[in-house]
Every structure is written in C-alpha cells, then in structure tokens.
C-alpha cells in the first residue's frame, strides 16, 4: 500500500521452492495418511503440514508471522487456519476477512494475484477498517492458495516492524510458488476427502525470532532479556493475560485505576500515569499517578476541542505517541508539561466510540515499538469495557440509593419524651433497590409509633412496594389501631395487591406517659432493649406470618414497661448477615460488642453499628437500624423539644432561625449557650441553603445540663472542616467552604453527622456550663 491505496502485481510463472523430506505429503501424497487417519485425525495432519510451511516462510522471508487463510464453511468470509510468529503482533491480526475488505488478503483472493502493502501506518490509512485492532506500522504480502479447480484462501505474511523497501522480486517470486505448492496440496487432500475450510478457531504456532537490532524498540520492559528469542512477547502477554484478570474482578472505577497502575503502569516502568473519561465535551480524571497538582488541575475538566493530547486522542479515536518532548510539542501546542519526556496516549473504547483515554509518561526518552504498541491496544480494548461497566455500575447504585433515602422519613422523634435516630445502609454488591424502610410516627395523646420493615428481594417492584406498605402502616396507626391491628391491616393490603411479595414487620407503639410499649411482629426479628443497668434483652414476641401471606388467625402483640434511658433497637436481618443463620443472636453479639454506655448516645451508637458491619466485607443485603431511646418523665428534667422550618433559598430567614434559637433556650433556662448556637444556626442553615437546595429543618432539644441542635436538609455530602495552613498558600487560595465548621468545632462540646432519609442531618451538643470565651 502507498499513500493509503493498495498495489497489487502479478506473479511470474516458475518453478518455487520443494516442500522438506519432513512433510508426509512430501513423501506418499494424502493418500499416505487420510487413508488411514479419517476426521479430525486428518485436519491435525494438514494443519501440521501447514505449519511446517509457514514455519519455513518466516523464515525465509525474516517475517514476523504468516497465516493460511481458508475460506469458512458457509464459503463466504476467510478465515485463519494456522497462525505462526510470536506474540502479542498475532493477536491483534483480523479473525475474519470478507472478499470486498479493503486488505491486502481480500485483494489477493479477489484477484488471484500477489498483493504488497508495504509500510502500513495505520495513523495515515485513508480507510480506518485498515487499522483494525493494529495501531503499529507494519508490512503485508499476500498470495492466493488455488487448486486445480477452486481457490481455497491465501497466504499472508507480516513484517514487523515494516520493511525499509518493498519485497525484492525473487522473494516475491519465492512466496507466489510456495502458495501455488501449498494450494496444489489443499486440493490434492480435498480429493481424498478431508475438508479444506478453516475451523472455528485458528491454530497457533510460536515461531520466535530475535527482534532486529535496529528497531529501536528499547524500555525498561522490553530492553530485558533481548537476546533470548520469545522473551519479551510472551513477558507482555503475562501483562495482558493478568490486566484480563484482574478487570475481570473490578467493580467499581477505583478497582479499574488501581488495576491500570498495578498492570500498566507499573508494567510498563512508566513514572506517571492518567486515566481519564469523557463527559460532556469535557476530560474527568478518574484516576493518576505521578503528576503534579497543577497538571492534575489543568487536565480535570479540560475540553476536548482544546489541541491536548487527550482532546487528540478522544476526538479522533486515534491514539498519539511521542518518543520525546519535542515530538509531543509538535503534535499538540496544548500539551501540559511536568517535565515528560515521552509519552503513550491510548484511547478506550466502548461501543465503537472512544469514552475515555489512558496515558503512560516517563521522564526519560523512550521509543514505543511494535510489541509496545500492539500491547497497548489489547490492553486499551479491555480497559475501556472495563471502566465504561464500573461507571455505570456508580451510576445504577448511586440512583438506587438516592431513590432509596428519598422514600425513606427522617428519623426525629416528634416528641420530647423519645429521642430516636435511624440508619440505613444499601447492599455493597447490586446496583438495585432495596425493600427495607423504618418510620418514626407522631400518634395522639403523646404517643408515638416507631416501625422497621423489609420487603423480600432487590427490585423496583419491592422499593414500590415498601413506599405503599409504609403509607399503609402510618395511616392504620393514626387512626389509632393497635399495633397487632395496624399489621393485620397492612398484610390485607398486600394480599389484595396479588404482587407475590411479602414483607416482614415490626410495630411499636409507645406511650410516653408510662412508658408501655406495645410491641407486634410479622415475621421479623424482635426488638433489643438495653436496660439503664447495662443488661441487653431480647423482646419474646408471638409468632405471626409476614405481610401478605393469607393467615386465619389474628395478629397478638405483647405489652412491655420500658424505664427511664431504656433504649429500644429496631433493625433488619442484613445487620447481621454476617453472623449466622439466626439474626437475634447475631444482634445481640453485635450490640454487646460495642463500647460502654452506648444508650447515652443513640448516635454515636448507630455509627458504631455501621461501622462495624461495613468492616465485615461486601454485604448482600440491605441493612436498616432504627434506635428510640425513652427518656421518661421527670418533671423540670424531662426534655423540652421545638421544631423549625426554613424553606429553600430563604437567606433572609437565617435571622428568624437564629431568634427560634434563643428564644426556646431563654425559655428553657439554657440562656448561657444561647449566643454560641445562634452562631452556629447562622453557620449550618446559611451553608444548607447555598449547597443542598432544599428546605431546612431545626429540630432544637434541650435537657437539664444541655441542648442540642439538630440541621436536617436534602444535602447527601456531610460537611468537612477546612482549616487555613500555612505551609499550603495554593489550597488555601482555592479552599472554599468549611472554614466556618473550624470555628463552630472549636465551640461545641461534640458534634456530627449521619445520613436521614432523602439527605443529612447535622447535629451539635453543647454543655449548659460551658464557657465559650474561656
């Protein structure tokens, strides 16, 4: 091929060269063996002698591989029989070749005559088919296989790297002849019975030559071991081979970064690495190594049309190679610096498409050569399915759970007597929904309803199902039903919905007054209750069936007295999957392994519970975790609560907020901490209202010796403090929020914050004897 056209010649007739004395054919014709050696015995036979063939090719020729193309069963499309060179060049070779493709094979078949491609630069095709999966220059000849009466394939042959001049006469001479004797072989076994089509998968021979000395394919990879033939292909397709496997195990696009860095950069010696996708016209770096923060920041978010060489490479589908510094300056004025001196920029794609790109720098000079290129593009092809699965995969999961926490209610306790909290945490390893929910409800004469549930299974159907199971159970409760009777309700209700679904359920009802707690389960795990004394307990239930299954006999509930600082744990089976097959048990371990004196902070003892069991491995199923804890009636002491509302983009409520503050806390006799959590309403509700977008919820709750302060919004980032340094001027500069969180940490006795249904809830206690200018 010159300037991206294919040349074709005619062969001469004569004499080529004799097939060996080691080819039985050679010796007694097919006869010798078909004879004796029917089916698949007779295929192994002719693909030996066509091995021993390409074998003798390579060289002669001082190719780098040749294959047999025969023509397929259905005699439509070619297809390779015996492949011989070394890897990883032979891999990257078209598997099937049809008549009217624009190759040099095609071409040789079409016309019957032998075609040369010399020097293929698969940058500079006119024709991207041509390119295929090879991205390096390379050299083809091809000569067609016929018979006496029919034309079975051809034999092609590949230089790499590409010949400096054309294939001389007499090597083109050599080839013609040899695919005429091997054609006249194919149908000499045709006669006597063995099929001349190719198989279903190729044969492939390793013929290992030493690489030319003057190819200049040197690396801190492939410089190792040159002089022993074999040595560096097959230590590349180590790399591919393990780059396969361990892609094949990654779930998330940190699992893809850190299989790129242990697989391609660290194999490859390369000093830095980037991996980036492509997202709205625009470059997000997924992951890097190696790179300082300004290339880092000037490569995140940077557009495509811009002339960089990640914009190269994601806009043409092209990938860019520079030995040098200099060569990389001439191919993109944009290219960021970091003192590189070459680099490999590959795209991925996905689709056809290029969705995103990986590039190797080093600091040092460095030619990439044919092997390296051919490894690149293997590796390219995995890697780009590998990221676009593991981004979509973020993505699947990240809707699951926000759909998720948006069915979900906020955990507060509406009444002054019970302070709860919740937590919910999505299964590790699927991307679909969950059925498990709690609800905390306001009931008449200061009572108040506390729920935990799961519907079986993972999917859409169960999400909807547990958002009309919830409405169910809320509405049977305000209408004042018992709880045995809210659940026998809420099964009917399922039933009648004929989805196949059932659901399991645990209903409290708790009389603030007195402290009598109503409990009824539908086949779900009792309550734990953690007695002020230190003792954990199980609730003994009745047995009842879950939701939604036809039962003849009523619902029963017990009735229990719970004391002062009593804490009631509700949760579903996924907390403790882990565990063992009975779930009781495994809560009850779970809860008596946490610190001490977990009932005096439902919060702190709810994270303690995640985080235990996130410590536990992936997990197969949701896990939900609703805690009450009673605080009892004691006169002046028992807890006063008031709630607030703030709607979205308010900023001029922030003053209205600031004066609900105070003026509950002058009420309540905690007048001395009034000014420091007006400064951190100001704070907290100011940054929900920029950032999360929605309205905001105060929820204030004073005790005896101190208040505390509860900010709900729609917002699922937690906030973080960020404090000025001095060794750090540039992330200083570019800091933007947090700086208010440093001070209000340095104010308050603790603070923290935990997910709440659809978003977050940020919580702040300060003591009633605190000094703030102390």
Not at 155 to 179: H, K, Y
Not at 543 to 572: C, D, H, K, Q, W
Request: contains cysteine; glycine residues 10%; proline residues 8%.
């Amino acid at each position: 091929m010159r300037d991206g056209r294919e040349v074709g010649r005619m062969t001469r007739p004569g004499e080529g060269p004799r097939f060996g004395r080691n080819c039985r054919l050679a010796q007694g014709g097919a006869a010798a063996w078909t004879s004796a050696d029917p089916g698949e015995a007779a295929l192994r036979g002719r693909d030996t002698f066509i091995a021993d063939v390409l074998r003798r090719t390579i060289e002669r020729l001082g190719a780098h591989s040749a294959i047999a193309y025969l023509l397929e069963v259905q005699a439509e499309n070619l297809r390779p029989a015996v492949v011989s060179g070394a890897p990883p060049v032979i891999f990257t070779l078209p598997d099937v070749i049809r008549p009217d493709d624009p190759f040099a094979s095609a071409e040789a078949f079409r016309t019957g005559r032998f075609v040369e491609a010399p020097n293929l630069d698969p940058a500079r095709l006119a024709d991207p088919r041509l390119a295929l999966g090879v991205n390096f220059p390379y050299t083809v000849a091809s000569v067609p296989l016929d018979g006496r009466c029919r034309r079975f394939g051809v034999l092609t042959v590949v230089w790499v790297p590409p010949r400096t001049a054309p294939v001389p006469q007499d090597e083109g001479q050599w080839l013609s002849d040899t695919g005429a004797q091997l054609g006249a072989v194919l149908q000499d076994l045709t006669d006597h019975g063995v099929p001349p089509q190719a198989g279903p998968m190729p044969v492939l021979v390793p013929v290992f030559r030493p690489p030319p000395a003057d190819t200049g394919e040197t690396g801190r990879t492939g410089s190792r071991l040159p002089q022993l033939p074999g040595a560096r292909a097959l230590t590349y397709m180590y790399q591919v081979h393990k780059l396969a496997a361990a892609l094949s195990r990654a779930v998330t696009v940190t699992d893809v970064v850190e299989t790129v860095q242990q697989r391609v950069a660290v194999a490859f010696g390369a000093d830095a690495f980037v991996l980036g996708y492509e997202s709205g016209g625009r470059l997000w770096l997924a992951g890097h190594s190696g790179l300082s923060r300004e290339t880092v920041r000037q490569l995140h978010g940077s557009g495509l049309s811009v002339d960089t060489p990640a914009g190269r490479v994601l806009r043409t589908g092209e990938p860019l190679y520079a030995d040098s510094r200099e060569e990389l300056t001439s191919a993109c004025r944009e290219a960021v610096g970091d003192g590189m001196e070459a680099c490999a920029w590959v795209p991925l794609t996905a689709d056809g498409r290029p969705v995103a790109a990986c590039a190797l720098e080093f600091r040092r000079p460095r030619r990439f050569g044919s092997e390296d290129r051919a490894v690149l593009a293997m590796m390219a092809g995995l890697l780009g399915l590998a990221l676009e699965r593991a981004r979509l995969g973020e993505q699947q999961r990240a809707l699951a759970r926000s759909l998720q926490h948006r069915l979900l209610p906020p955990a507060h306790s509406p009444v002054p007597q019970v302070t709860t909290t919740a937590r919910y945490l999505p299964a590790s390893n699927t991307a679909e929904l969950g059925g498990d929910w709690y609800d905390v409800i306001e009931l008449p004469q200061g009572q108040v309803g506390l729920v935990i549930g799961d519907v079986e299974g993972h999917s859409v159907e169960s999400t909807v199902i547990m958002g009309q199971l919830r409405s169910a159970v809320r509405a049977y409760a305000c209408e004042g039903h018992t709880s045995a009777t809210v659940l026998e309700r809420s099964s009917r209700l399922l039933e009648a919905l004929d989805t196949g679904l059932m659901a399991t359920c645990c209903f409290v009802r708790l009389d603030t007054a007195t402290g009598t707690a109503e409990i009824a389960s539908a086949g779900h795990p009792p309550p734990l209750l953690h007695c002020p004394g230190g003792d954990t307990v199980v609730v003994e239930l009745p047995t009842n069936v879950p939701l939604g299954i036809p039962n003849p006999e009523s619902y029963r509930a017990v009735e229990v007295t719970l004391s002062a600082g009593t804490l009631l744990m509700l949760y579903t089976d996924g907390l403790t999957e882990r565990s063992g097959p009975d779930p009781v048990s495994g809560a009850h371990a779970l809860f008596a392994s946490l610190s001490p004196g977990p009932a005096d902070q439902p919060d702190g003892l709810a994270d303690q519970l995640l985080s235990r069991i996130q410590g536990f491995g992936p997990r197969h199923d949701d896990a939900a975790v609703l805690l009450a804890r009673y605080e009892g009636v004691h006169g002046d002491r028992s807890p006063r609560v008031s709630h607030h509302r703030v709607h979205r983009h308010d900023l001029g409520a922030v003053r209205g907020a600031r004066r609900f503050v105070r003026d509950n806390l002058e009420a309540w006799g905690l007048g001395s901490v009034s000014d420091v959590f007006q400064l951190i309403t100001s704070e907290v509700v100011t940054n929900a209202l920029i950032h999360a977008d929605s309205d905001v919820e105060l929820h204030l709750r004073g005790y005896a010796d101190h208040a505390r302060l509860d900010v709900r919004d729609s917002g699922s980032t937690p906030p973080v403090p960020s404090s000025i340094t001095q060794r750090d001027e540039d992330a200083n500069s570019r800091a933007e929020h947090g700086r208010g969180l440093v001070i209000v940490e340095s104010l308050v006795s603790q603070w923290g914050t935990f997910p709440s249904g659809s978003g977050k809830t940020v919580w702040f206690e300060l003591s009633a004897d605190t000094n703030p200018a102390a």
